[in-house]
């Protein structure tokens, strides 16, 4: 069986920033798996600048939750929302550049100061799209496996054997230690199967994985 496709996504988070006519618009880009966490970015950046003008979002990121199982082509959610602009003026553009550039896994929230000089359908649509530009410049773009959540609950006997063994695997991994420790691992979608057979076969089953 096939091992799903590498895909481009930005390396971290960024933003960029530039003035057009005395309007200030600002574009921030983040790397995101799901809806959720797209919808989460957009939330702080409207939260660090809910005296702005407009903020205006636009992702494309796995349907569901994180990449598909299965190998082969990932069903992808993608939103835009004006937020205010003329209809068409801003979210399409912004959501435009990172389809045209093969970009997922992404958020762009392009933040805007209006500076009393009206731009135009045109004018608008050319900035939005500067600020995703110039926002995925500053992020860098970078090839990434597809990943998926892996979702692990244990005695805390056990806990030492499931955190070796996600070590020594170099997934990225969160523990919570409570009555039972859970463990959230983020797994290339490549590795998952095999992974998940050496956290049963350590703990003689005793995991359980979600």
Do not use: C, W
Not at 69 to 87: A, I
Not at 170 to 196: H, I, K, N, Q, S
Request: net charge negative.
């Amino acid at each position: 069986m096939a091992n799903p496709e590498p895909y481009r996504t930005v390396a971290g988070r960024a933003s960029a920033e530039f003035t057009v006519q005395g309007s200030r618009f600002v574009g921030y880009l983040a790397p995101a798996d799901t809806v959720n966490e797209a919808e989460a970015f957009v939330a702080e950046v409207e939260a660090e600048h809910d005296d702005a003008t407009h903020n205006v979002p636009a992702y494309r990121v796995p349907a569901g939750d994180g990449a598909s199982r299965t190998p082969g082509e990932v069903m992808l959610r993608e939103y835009s929302s004006d937020d205010g602009e003329p209809t068409g003026s801003a979210g399409d553009p912004a959501l435009n550049v990172l389809e045209q550039q093969e970009i997922r896994n992404v958020v762009a929230v392009v933040t805007r100061y209006y500076g009393g000089t009206n731009l135009g359908v045109g004018g608008l649509a050319r900035a939005y799209s500067r600020a995703v530009k110039e926002g995925l410049d500053a992020a860098g773009v970078v090839e990434e496996e597809p990943h998926e959540r892996v979702d692990l609950a244990v005695a805390y006997d056990d806990s030492g054997t499931v955190r070796g063994v996600l070590e020594s695997s170099g997934v990225e991994f969160e523990a919570d230690y409570d009555e039972r420790v859970t463990f959230e691992a983020r797994v290339p979608v490549a590795e998952a199967d095999g992974l998940r057979d050496r956290l049963r076969s350590a703990t003689s089953g005793r995991v359980d994985i979600g």
